[in-house]
C-alpha cells in the first residue's frame, strides 16, 4: 500500500546511502570527475525543486531556472558588494523564494492554471534573460557589481565561513557542502510531502476544485509549494555561481529551463529521485558527448531523448521500482526506490 | 617523461559560434601538423586535445579544469566571446595553466597567465573609422551587438568620429539573436547618416545585411564594418549584399607577402583548394601557436612560468600576417593593420598601417610593474 | 446478428471479463443487469473495440471482428451511446448530429432526428459543454442513432434523464426496432425502462452472465434477489 | 430577516451563461435539518444552482445566505468551511489516489490526524467501500467513484449537503442503500438532492420543490407535486402512474 | 505621413511574420495539444528545404510556397507515424520526445548543413514609399499570412474533413466510435500542421537567414502566442498576433529591439493575468 512503502525505513535508508556516497566518493573519484560531479549535484538541486512544484504540486512550471537565475545573481552582486558571503547566501534563498511569492500571488490568485501558467513563467524567464543581457552598458552597476550584460558577471567571489572572508571554500569544501545540501532538501521535501500539507498539494493537483469543496484554499496551497520550490532553485543557483565563479543570463535561457524539464521527466515525475537520477544521467551525457567529435552532440542526444521515452515512458525511477516491485526479490531495496504517484 | 607536449583548444564547434570557431579550429590543426612534420617541438611531438564547448557557458570552465587537471596541456588556446574568456581565465589562472585568447575583442583583459594575440579597438578603429569618414562624410550610425565587445566598440568609434570632427547619428545595440530590423531600416532612413558603422555579430545579425539590401539601401549609403568575415560571411551573402563594405584588420587573405602566399599555398594543400576563406581568427589562432612554440623553445621547456618569461622577453616573429611580436607590458600584440574592402566575395587591400600598439590596453595595464594584476579593465574612453 | 463466445478482457493486467457467451437474433434487444463494478461497462466497450479481447471471439453480421478497431466496427454497424455520454464539447450540437452519420453516404438524419428530440432543436448552435446533463444524454443518442447502425449499444442511456423524456426515448427505440429491426445491447438500472424495451434480461456478475431472465420476472422480488442481491 | 432556525437562502439568484438563462430568479429558503429534494427537466437548472451555492460558479445578480452569512462572492473553500458539501452530477474526485486517500484528505480538512483517520474509516465501512480502499479511483467503475465521492461528503459533515443525481447508475439495492444514507445523515445535516429517479424521491420526499427554465415551478409535497397538471406535463410524463 | 505609412507597414508585416510562424503550431499545438518543442525546428527545415531547392535552381517562389510545405508536411508525417502517435494524451512525454525531437533535427542539420548561416535573398526588390525604401517582399508576406488564415479557416470550418479532424482531437475514442479513423486523422492533421510550420519557414528564410539552432528563436514567441490567442486557435493566434506584433514594432521603434521584445513579453504575461484564458477565452464559458 502506498502510505506503507513510503514509510520511514525507506527514508532512514537512503539519508544513510546518500551520506555514505558523499563521503566516499571524493576518495574514489579523481578530482576532475569531482569538479564535475559537484555541478551535477547542484544542478540535482534545481531539479529537485521542479520535481517538488510541478510533480507534485502539478504546477506547470517552464521557468524554473528564473529562481535559480535569480539565486545566482543575488548571490553574485550582494557578495561582491558585501565581501562576507553570509547574507548573499540567504539573500540567495529569499529573493527567489519572495519573487516566486510574488509571482505566485500574481497567478494562482488569478485562477491561472494549466500551459497559461507554463508560458506565463517561461516568458517572465525570457524576459530576465533579455533585460539581464542588455545590461552590458557600463551604467548599469548595482554597488560595486557591474551587471555585464550577456558577457554576466566573472570572478564571483566562492562562499566563506561565516564572517571570516579569507576563509573561502575549496573545491572540496563546495562538494561536500553541495552533497549535503542535496541530501537535506531530499529528506526534508520527502517529509513535507507525508504531511498533510504534502497531502492536500497532491489532492490539489489532482483535482483542484474537488479540493477547494473540501475546503482547502487551493491558491495559498500552491502559492507555499512555488515559493519553497523557487527558494530551493534559488540556493542551487547560489551554489552554481560559486561552482562555476561566474554568472551569465544563459541561466535564464529557454535551453537551461527546458534542461531542468527534461531532468525531471527522465527520471520520473511524482518521483524525488528521480529528477536526481535524471538529471546526473543526463548531464553525464552530454558531458561525454560534448568530449567526443565523431557525431553531433545533439544528434546523439535528441535521439537518445526519443528512445528514451518510446522505451521507458515512465521515467527512470518508477520503472526500476516497478521492476523491483514486480521481482519482489529484494524487499529492502524496493523502498528505496519511491513509488510514482502519477500513473 | 611525457613523449609529447600537449596543447588544447577550447572553441565553439557546434550551437550558435560555430561558424567563427570551426575555421579557427582548422588553424589551430594545422599549425601542430605543421611543428610536428618540422619535427616537433624540444624533440617532442605536440598532442592537441579538442574540446567542443558547444557554445555553453557551463562547459568552459568545464573542459578548462578538465585540460589543466586531468590533461595537464601545457597551453590551452581557446574561448571566442569575452564571456568565455572571462570564464576561462581566473580557472586557468587559478591551476596554472597558460592561456592563449585569439579572438579580436574589446582590449583591456591585464593578466600574467593570458597572452591576447587579437585586435583591439586603439588597434583597429583609429584608422577605421577616420579612413571611411573621409571617404564617405562625417555622419555616422552604429549598429553593434549588445554585449561588452559592441558597446565598447561603438564607444571607442564614438571617440574617434568626434576627435575627427564628425557626428554619430543614431546608435543602436542588438542581442545576438535579433534577426528582424525592419524598424531599424526606417530608422537609419529617417536620420539620414553618411555611411553606417556596423559591430554585427553572429549568424543572426547576418539578416541585417540580407534586409538592407532588400529594401534597396545597398546602394544608398555604404558601410564599414569590424566583424563582416569573421565567419567567412562573404561567402553566404550574395555579393550584391556585400560588395563595398569596408573592413580593417590584421589579416586578410589577399595579403601579398611571401609568408602569406606560402601559407595559403600549404593550407589549401591540407584543406583542399575551396576552402572558403582563411579569417582573421583563424589566422590569430594559427599565429599564436607559432608564439607559443617560439616560447617554449627559447625557454627550453614546455613549464608555464619559463615559457611566460620566454615570451615576455619580446618575442617577434614574421607570420603571414606581417611581423607580429608580443608586447611585454600588457601581453599583447604589436601588429600590421589594413583596410581592406569587400568585391564580390573577394577582398581588396586598400591601405595599410605597420606596427600598431595596443594602445587602449596599455593605458590601464603594466604587467611589468605589477605582475600580480588580475584584472579586466573597462577602459574609459 | 452478433455472437460472442468465450469472451475474455480487462485493463493492463487486471482481468475483468471472464469468458462472456451471448448471441443475439437482429431486431432483438437484449437487457444486462448486473451491481456496479460487475463489468457492463468493459463489455461493451470490449464489444466496440476500445478494450482490446484478451481470450474468445466476436462475430458480428457473420464477420470476424474480434481485431476490429473501433472505427472498423462503427462502419459495420455498431453504434455506441458511452455512459458519461462523450459529447464533443466544443463542436455545436448541430456538428455533433453531423459527426453521427459522416461516416454513413446517402441522406442525412438529422431532420428525422430532431423530429424524434424536438429538444434539440433548439440548441442547435449551442457547444456541446453548454448543454445540461440530460440535454447531453438525449444528443449522445440522436447522434449514434443519425448513424444508422444495425445495433446499438446503450450503457445507461436514462442517467439523468427526466421521467417523460424516459418514456420518450423508450417509445422512440421500441418502433426503431420494429420498422428497422434495430438490434439493442442495454446496460441499464432502470428496471422498468428495461422491461419496456428488452425481449430477455442477462445478468451479468463478476464479468460473467450469471443466469437468463425474462422482462416480466423483474419485477418478482425472488427472482431479482437471487441474482442481483447479495 | 433570516429566522434562526434557516440554513439556506437565496434571494433573486439568477445566473446567466452569455445569452442563455440558466437559471431567473430563484427565491429558496431551506430550514436547519430539513431534507429537500429537487427536481425539474433536463437543463431546468438545477445543477447550475447547486454550483452557485457551492462558488463554482457565480451567480449574475442575486444574493445567497448560508446560515446567517453571505456566501454570493465567498470562494468555494470558504464555503466548504462555513459547511456546505456538494457532490457532484459527474463524479468529481481525485483519480490517481487510492480510496483511503481520497476520503483522509476530506476527513483532513476538518479534523486532526488521529480523528481524521477514526472518520475516514468509520465513513467507508458504513458506505461499503472498505474492500475497495487501496484501489486508484479512477480505476473504479462508474457507481464505484459515486460512492467515493459520497463518503468524501460524508466525512466532512457539512451541515448542508448537496447531492447533484446520487443515485444515478446505481443498482436497485444500491439506490435503497443511498436512500437510508441519506435519512441517516440527515439527522446532523440539512440535505438537498437532486434526482431524476422519481422511486427513490418518493423514498425519502418530505418536501419537494420543481424547477422549470431556471424558476421554481412549484414547491410542496411529493403528492401534490405529482398531481400538478404542469409538472406531468413538463417533467413526468403521462406514464408516470404507478 | 510617409514615415507613418512606413512604420504602419512594418507593423503589418511584423504581424503577419508572428502568425506566419505560430499557424503551425495553432494546429499542432492549438488543436491537437501536443506540445511540440521541435515547432522551431519544423520551420528551420522548411527554411533549408526552400534555400536547398533555391540553390539547385528551382523557382524562389516555387521554393518556398510548394517545395518547404511539402517537404516538412511529409517529414511530419513520417514523425507523427514513427514517434507521436505513440504519445497522444501524454504532455510530459510528448514534451521530452519533441525536446529530443528539436535536438536530433538540430543535429542533423548540423551535420548535413554545418553551422554557418545560409541565406538567400528576398526576391521582389524594393518599394519607394515617399522619401522611404522599404523591401517588396514585406507585403508578400502580408499577403501570404493572410491567404494562409484565411484558407486553414475554410477548410476547417466547411470541409467534412475540417468537421472530422476537430471532433478526433476533442475525443478520439468517441470519433472512432462513430467510425472515424483518428489514427489517419492524426497523421494528416500533424502533417498539415508541420506542413503549415514549413511554409513559414520557407517564407522567412529570405529574411532571417537559416541556421541549425535558429528554431529557438522561433518556439517561445510561437507558444505565447498561440496561448495567448487562446482556445478559438485562429482568431486567436490572429488576435494574439496583431497585439503582439504591433506592440513589439511600436516598442522597436520608439527605442530598441530588446525593449520591444520585452514589451511584446510583458504583453503576454498582462493578457493572461487579466485573461486567464487568453485572448478568445473570454468569449467561451468553462464548461458546466
Ligand atoms: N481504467 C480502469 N483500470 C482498471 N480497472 C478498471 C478501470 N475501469 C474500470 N475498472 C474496474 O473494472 C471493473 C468493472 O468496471 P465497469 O466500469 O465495467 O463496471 P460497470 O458494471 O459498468 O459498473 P457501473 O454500474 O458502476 O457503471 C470494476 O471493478 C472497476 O473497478
Ligand atoms: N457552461 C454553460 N454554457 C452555456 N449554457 C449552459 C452552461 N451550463 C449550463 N448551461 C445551460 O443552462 C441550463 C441549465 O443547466 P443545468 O446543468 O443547470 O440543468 P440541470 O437542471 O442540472 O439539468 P439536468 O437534469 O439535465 O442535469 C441548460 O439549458 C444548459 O444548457
Ligand atoms: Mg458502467
Ligand atoms: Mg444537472
Redesign the interface.
Known amino acids: 500500500m502506498t502510505a506503507n512503502w513510503q514509510g520511514n525505513g525507506g527514508l532512514v535508508a537512503a539519508t544513510v546511502l546518500g551520506l555514505v556516497l558523499l563521503l566516499a566518493l571524493p576518495q574514489i573519484v ?3 570527475m569531482m ?2 560531479l559537484t ?1 551535477y549535484v547542484i544542478m540535482a538541486i534545481l531539479a529537485l525543486s521542479l520535481g517538488l512544484i510541478w510533480g507534485y504540486g502539478g504546477i506547470l512550471c517552464f521557468g524554473q531556472s528564473a529562481f535559480f537565475g535569480i539565486g545566482a545573481y543575488a548571490y553574485a552582486i550582494a557578495v561582491i558588494n558585501f565581501g562576507d558571503s553570509t547574507i548573499p547566501l540567504l539573500l540567495s534563498i529569499i529573493v527567489p523564494g519572495l519573487f516566486a511569492a510574488l509571482l505566485g500571488y500574481f497567478l494562482f490568485y488569478a485562477r491561472i492554471t494549466d500551459v497559461y501558467f507554463g508560458v506565463i513563467t517561461l516568458t517572465v524567464t525570457l524576459i530576465l534573460y ?1 533585460v539581464m ?2 545590461t ?3 551604467q548599469y552597476v548595482i554597488g560595486a557589481a ?1 551587471l ?5 558577471i ?2 564571483v567571489p566562492p562562499l566563506n565561513f561565516p564572517g571570516r572572508p579569507e576563509l573561502a571554500l575549496s573545491f572540496d569544501g563546495l562538494f561536500y557542502l553541495s552533497g549535503v545540501t542535496l541530501l537535506a532538501v531530499y529528506v526534508g521535501l520527502r517529509l513535507m510531502l507525508k504531511s498533510r500539507f504534502g497531502q492536500v498539494v497532491v489532492a490539489i493537483r489532482e483535482n483542484e476544485r474537488r479540493a477547494e469543496l473540501l475546503g482547502y484554499d487551493a491558491r495559498f496551497y500552491k502559492l507555499a509549494t512555488f515559493a519553497i520550490g523557487g527558494a530551493i532553485a534559488g540556493l542551487a543557483g547560489c551554489l552554481f555561481a560559486n ?4 554568472i ?1 543570463p ?1 541561466v535564464f535561457g529557454l535551453a537551461q529551463s527546458a534542461q531542468v524539464i527534461i531532468w525531471v521527466i527522465v527520471g520520473g515525475t511524482g518521483t524525488l529521485l528521480g529528477p536526481i537520477v535524471g538529471c546526473f544521467a543526463i548531464q553525464w551525457i552530454a ?1 561525454k558527448l ?2 567526443q ?1 565523431l557525431l ?3 544528434l546523439v542526444l535528441g535521439t537518445i531523448l526519443i528512445g528514451f521515452v518510446l522505451l521507458v515512458p515512465k521515467g527512470v525511477v518508477p520503472t526500476i521500482g516497478d521492476a523491483l516491485r514486480r521481482l519482489k526479490f529484494c524487499p529492502y531495496v524496493a523502498p528505496l526506490v519511491e513509488q510514482r504517484r502519477v500513473p | 617523461q611525457e613523449d609529447t607536449i600537449k596543447i588544447a583548444s577550447l572553441l565553439d ?4 559560434l ?2 567563427a570557431g ?1 575555421p579557427m579550429q582548422d588553424a589551430i590543426t594545422f599549425a601542430v601538423e605543421e611543428i610536428n612534420q618540422a619535427g616537433g617541438l624540444l624533440g617532442k611531438q605536440i598532442s592537441l586535445i ?5 557554445t ?4 568552459y ?3 578548462s ?2 585540460a589543466a ?2 590533461d595537464k596541456v601545457s597551453a590551452v588556446f581557446g574561448g571566442i ?3 568565455s574568456r ?2 576561462m ?3 586557468l589562472r587559478r591551476l596554472n595553466t597558460l592561456y592563449f585568447y585569439n579572438t579580436q575583442y574589446e582590449g583591456g583583459v591585464c593578466d600574467r597567465n593570458i597572452f591576447c594575440t587579437g585586435i583591439t579597438p586603439a588597434q583597429k578603429q583609429s584608422k577605421h573609422v577616420p579612413y571611411a569618414m573621409n571617404k564617405w562624410g562625417k555622419k555616422i550610425y552604429t549598429l553593434a551587438a ?3 565587445y ?2 565598447i566598440t561603438a564607444a571607442w568609434t564614438r571617440k574617434y568620429c568626434t576627435e575627427n570632427g564628425g557626428q554619430i547619428v543614431g546608435e ?9 530590423f ?6 537609419i ?2 536620420a539620414k547618416p553618411d555611411f553606417l558603422y556596423l559591430v554585427l555579430v553572429g ?2 545579425h ?2 541585417f545585411y ?2 538592407w ?5 545597398n546602394k ?1 549609403i555604404p558601410m564599414a564594418s569590424t566583424t563582416m568575415t569573421i ?3 562573404q561567402m ?3 555579393p ?2 556585400t560588395n563595398g563594405i569596408l573592413l580593417c584588420f590584421n589579416y586578410f587573405e589577399a595579403l601579398e607577402t611571401p609568408a602569406n602566399k606560402a601559407f595559403l599555398e600549404r593550407f589549401h594543400k591540407r584543406f583542399g583548394a575551396d576552402y572558403p576563406y582563411v579569417t582573421e581568427l583563424a589566422m590569430a589562432t594559427y599565429q599564436s601557436v607559432y608564439l607559443w612554440a617560439e616560447g617554449v623553445k627559447r625557454a627550453g621547456t614546455a613549464e608555464r612560468m619559463p615559457v611566460i618569461e620566454a615570451l615576455e622577453s619580446g618575442i617577434s616573429l614574421d607570420l603571414p600576417s606581417g611581423k607580429f611580436s608580443i608586447d611585454p607590458q600588457t601581453h599583447h600584440c604589436v601588429m600590421d593593420i589594413n583596410i581592406g574592402q569587400i568585391q564580390d566575395r573577394k577582398i581588396n587591400i586598400l591601405e595599410s598601417f605597420s606596427q600598431q600598439q595596443p594602445l587602449d590596453t596599455s593605458g590601464v595595464c603594466d604587467l611589468k610593474k605589477n605582475p600580480d594584476d588580475n584584472s ?1 579593465y ?1 577602459i574609459k574612453v | 446478428m452478433i455472437e460472442v463466445k468465450n469472451l475474455h478482457s480487462g485493463y493492463g493486467r487486471i482481468p475483468i471479463l471472464h469468458g462472456i457467451n451471448f448471441t443475439m437474433k437482429p431486431g432483438e434487444v437484449v437487457g444486462i443487469l448486473g451491481h456496479n463494478g460487475m463489468g457492463k461497462t468493459t463489455l461493451l466497450r470490449t464489444l466496440v473495440g476500445q478494450i482490446k479481447t484478451t481470450q474468445g471471439r466476436i462475430e458480428f453480421d457473420g464477420r470476424d471482428v474480434t481485431f476490429a478497431s473501433p472505427s472498423e466496427r462503427a462502419r459495420a454497424g455498431i453504434g455506441y451511446v458511452p455512459q458519461g455520454r462523450d459529447i464533443f464539447p466544443l463542436l455545436s450540437v448541430m456538428e455533433n448530429l453531423k459527426m453521427g452519420e459522416i461516416m454513413r453516404g446517402g441522406e442525412s438524419a438529422i431532420p428525422e432526428m430532431l423530429g424524434h428530440f424536438p429538444v434539440l432543436k433548439d440548441l442547435l448552435e449551442r457547444p456541446g459543454r453548454g448543454l445540461s446533463g440530460g440535454q447531453q444524454q438525449i444528443l449522445a443518442l440522436a447522434r449514434c442513432l443519425a448513424g444508422r447502425p444495425k445495433l446499438i449499444l446503450l450503457d445507461e442511456p436514462t442517467e439523468g434523464i427526466q421521467p417523460s423524456i424516459v418514456d420518450l426515448i423508450a417509445e422512440k427505440l421500441g418502433e426503431l426496432k420494429a420498422s428497422l429491426g434495430l438490434g439493442i445491447i442495454l446496460v441499464e438500472q432502470d428496471i422498468r425502462f428495461i422491461r419496456q424495451l428488452a425481449d430477455r434480461v442477462l445478468i451479468i456478475q463478476k464479468g460473467a452472465f450469471v443466469a437468463e431472465i425474462s422482462p416480466d420476472q423483474l419485477y418478482d422480488r425472488e427472482v431479482v434477489d437471487a441474482h442481483l442481491g447479495i | 430577516m433570516t429566522s434562526p432556525d434557516c440554513i439556506l437562502e437565496t434571494r433573486g439568484l439568477e445566473k446567466r451563461f452569455g445569452g442563455v438563462v440558466a437559471i431567473a430568479s430563484v427565491d429558496f429558503t431551506l430550514k436547519q435539518r430539513e431534507l429537500r429534494c429537487l427536481i425539474g427537466p433536463n437543463g431546468a437548472g438545477k445543477s447550475t444552482f447547486f454550483k452557485m451555492l457551492t462558488a463554482q460558479l457565480k451567480p449574475t445578480t442575486g444574493r445567497i445566505l448560508f446560515d446567517g452569512v453571505d456566501i454570493t462572492r465567498a470562494q468555494p473553500h470558504h464555503v466548504s468551511r462555513l459547511g456546505i458539501g456538494i457532490k457532484n452530477q459527474v463524479p468529481d474526485v481525485f483519480n490517481n489516489l487510492t480510496v483511503a486517500e481520497n476520503i483522509s484528505v476530506a476527513a483532513r480538512s476538518r479534523h486532526g490526524k488521529a480523528r481524521a483517520g477514526a472518520k475516514g474509516k468509520d465513513v467507508m465501512e458504513r458506505l461499503g467501500l472498505t474492500a475497495l480502499t487501496g484501489r486508484l479511483v479512477g480505476e473504479l467503475a462508474h457507481g464505484q467513484r459515486q460512492w467515493v465521492e459520497l463518503a468524501m461528503v460524508v466525512a466532512l459533515e457539512p451541515k448542508l449537503i448537496l447531492l447533484d443525481e446520487p443515485a444515478a447508475g446505481m443498482t436497485a439495492d444500491e439506490t435503497n442503500k443511498t436512500a437510508e444514507l441519506i435519512l441517516e445523515v440527515n439527522k446532523s445535516a440539512a440535505i438537498v438532492v437532486v434526482e431524476h429517479d422519481m422511486q427513490f424521491i418518493k423514498q425519502i420526499a418530505q418536501t419537494v420543490t420543481v424547477f422549470h427554465q431556471g424558476r421554481v415551478l412549484i414547491e410542496d409535497t411529493m403528492e401534490k407535486v405529482q398531481g400538478n397538471e404542469l409538472v406531468r406535463e413538463v417533467y413526468l410524463g403521462k406514464s408516470e402512474d404507478d | 505621413m510617409d ?1 507613418l505609412v ?2 504602419s507597414f ?1 507593423a503589418l ?2 504581424v503577419a ?1 508572428l502568425a506566419l510562424i505560430s499557424v503551425g503550431l495553432a494546429i499542432i499545438f492549438g488543436m491537437m495539444r501536443v506540445i511540440n518543442l521541435a515547432h522551431g525546428e519544423f520551420l528551420m527545415l522548411g527554411g533549408y528545404a526552400a534555400i536547398v531547392a533555391t540553390k539547385a535552381g528551382i523557382n524562389i517562389w516555387i521554393a518556398t510556397l510548394l517545395v518547404s510545405p511539402l517537404v516538412v508536411g511529409v517529414i511530419g508525417v513520417v514523425i507523427e507515424r514513427t514517434i507521436i502517435r505513440f504519445l497522444y494524451g501524454r504532455p510530459r512525454d510528448t514534451m521530452l520526445a519533441t525536446w529530443g525531437l528539436s535536438l536530433l533535427l538540430v543535429g542533423l542539420a ?1 551535420t548535413i548543413f ?6 538567400i ?2 526576391p521582389a ?2 518599394l ?1 514609399i515617399g ?5 517588396a ?2 507585403l508578400i508576406i502580408i499577403v501570404i499570412a493572410i491567404a494562409v488564415f484565411a484558407a486553414i479557416w475554410a477548410v476547417f470550418r466547411f470541409t467534412r474533413y475540417g468537421l472530422i479532424a476537430r471532433s478526433t482531437m476533442q475525443n478520439a475514442d468517441m470519433a472512432a466510435a462513430l467510425g472515424v479513423n483518428p489514427s489517419r486523422v492524426y497523421a494528416v492533421t500533424f502533417g498539415v500542421g508541420a506542413g503549415l510550420a514549413g511554409l513559414a519557414g520557407g517564407v522567412m528564410a ?4 537559416i ?1 541549425p ?2 528554431g ?2 522561433y518556439v517561445a514567441k510561437a507558444f505565447i502566442t498561440v496561448i495567448g490567442g487562446g482556445p478559438a486557435i485562429l482568431a486567436g493566434t490572429v488576435s494574439a498576433s496583431v497585439m503582439f506584433g504591433a506592440i513589439d ?1 511600436i516598442i ?2 520608439l527605442s ?3 525593449i ?1 521584445e520585452v514589451a511584446l513579453l510583458a504583453a503576454a504575461v498582462v493578457l493572461l493575468r487579466f485573461m486567464p484564458q487568453g485572448i478568445t477565452g473570454r468569449f467561451f464559458r468553462r464548461a458546466a
Open positions: 579523481d578530482p576532475v569538479i564535475e555541478s533579455k543581457g542588455a552590458s552598458g557600463s557591474p555585464g550584460g550577456y558577457n554576466g566573472p570572478a561552482w562555476g565563479m561566474f551569465s544563459d558531458t560534448g568530449a567529435q553531433n552532440a545533439n | 564547434l557546434s550551437g550558435g560555430d561558424a570551426k579538442t574540446y567542443d564547448t558547444q555553453d557557458m557551463r562547459l570552465p568545464q573542459y579544469q578538465q587537471l586531468k566571446t569575452s564571456a572571462e570564464v581565465r581566473p580557472v549588445d554585449y561588452n559592441g558597446q543602436d545595440f542588438f542581442p545576438l539573436d535579433v534577426t528582424n525592419g524598424s531599424t531600416i526606417q530608422k532612413q529617417e549568424g543572426a547576418q539578416s540580407r534586409q539590401a532588400a529594401a534597396g539601401m544608398q565567419g567567412g560571411e553566404v551573402l550574395s550584391e549584399e579586466m573597462v | 514615415l512606413v512604420l512594418e508585416k511584423a511574420s548540423t554545418g553551422n554557418t548561416t545560409e541565406g535573398s528576398a526588390g524594393s519607394q522619401d522611404y525604401r522599404i523591401a517582399y514585406s529570405p529574411i532571417t537567414g541556421v539552432t535558429i529557438a528563436a514594432q522597436t521603434y530598441t529591439p530588446v520591444g
